[in-house]
């Protein structure tokens, strides 16, 4: 299947179950085929989840879900060697983190050493139990969902945490005729139960390949350098971007030409991710309140790329 026309299987798929979001959905898209993983934070009740479950039915690959609770424990995500009776050996049982696509649902509600225990599964791609280092499949991503840290319950990530997922989004509430719809629509009928997946395993695979493939300019490759540099030395900022968060800037970007129908990388594509890529991996000094803002001045500021962008 060409990467276009997959790509727009796959996003007509889920926006059947997710009215009015299709920024949410290319953003979810974009970061599976560049191999990354998504936080999405907000409220309950606004489709978080519904978004993650209508990527993973979109696709033939393995899913596993966790729900996140305070008595969870790490050996439930990465797994637990048992002892066999029979065999007089320990045996390894998976945890739910074994599969291709994994929702982690609630994910602030686990205390911070369970969430540790995703910290080398995103990556490193591989989970190491008594010693032994079991290697992920692929594709691997995470599709985490919070709610914000302050409502009752939560704990807020870590930031070690926080810099291993490649974007972090927001769902919003529904405009007011996308809801309308919703309640005349979904009363009766479920859009889940009419949701097959659009895409195989191979498929995924080589859109994911493809993707990597996208030819990034020198000029655009420092635009993304020259923003995070910024982060690093403004006034506003305690602790600016991490090499992580450029590498997956123009990973994702990569990501998001292709799926444009591009082969080549703009710096509109590194534009357009900077909201979700690198705000929730900053820390603002005392007395500034949101991280968006500073990255929204720093790009503002930071002169656009004049050269050629196109391979020669």
Known sequence: MEFETAARAI????????????????AALVVFLAEGH??????????????????ARSVSCSVRRIQFTPDL?????????????????FEFKPGAVFAN?????EINRASPKTQSALLEAMEERQVTVDGTTYELGSPFTVV????????????????????????????????PAAELEMVQGRDTSN????????????????????????YVSPA????????????RDDAELRLGASPRATLQLVRAAKARAAVQGRDFVLPD???????????HRLIPMRGVADTADVMERIVAETPVPAGAVQPS
Request: no cysteine; glycine share 6%.
């Open 144 to 175: 985490a969902t919070q709610n914000p840290f302050e409502m009752e319950g939560t704990y807020a990530l870590p930031e070690a945490q926080r810099d291993r997922f490649m974007a972090r989004i927001s769902m919003g509430y529904p405009s």
């Open 38 to 55: 998504l936080l999405i934070e907000d409220v309950p009740g606004v489709g978080k989840t519904v978004l993650a479950k209508a990527l």
């Open 269 to 279: 594509d590194i534009d357009v991710l900077i909201p979700v890529v690198l705000p």
């Open 191 to 214: 859009p889940f139960d009419q949701l097959d997946a659009v895409a195989s395993i191979e498929d995924v695979q080589s859109m994911i390949a493809a993707a990597r493939a996208i």
């Open 101 to 105: 696509i994994v929702i982690g649902d």
């Open 73 to 89: 424990l790490p050996s439930d995500i990465t797994g637990v060697s048992v002892y066999n009776q029979a065999d007089r050996e």
């Open 11 to 26: 996003l007509a798929n889920i926006e059947k179950v997710i009215d009015g979001k299709p920024e949410a959905a290319e």
């Open 220 to 231: 655009v490759e420092q635009y993304a350098v020259d923003i995070a540099q910024a982060t």
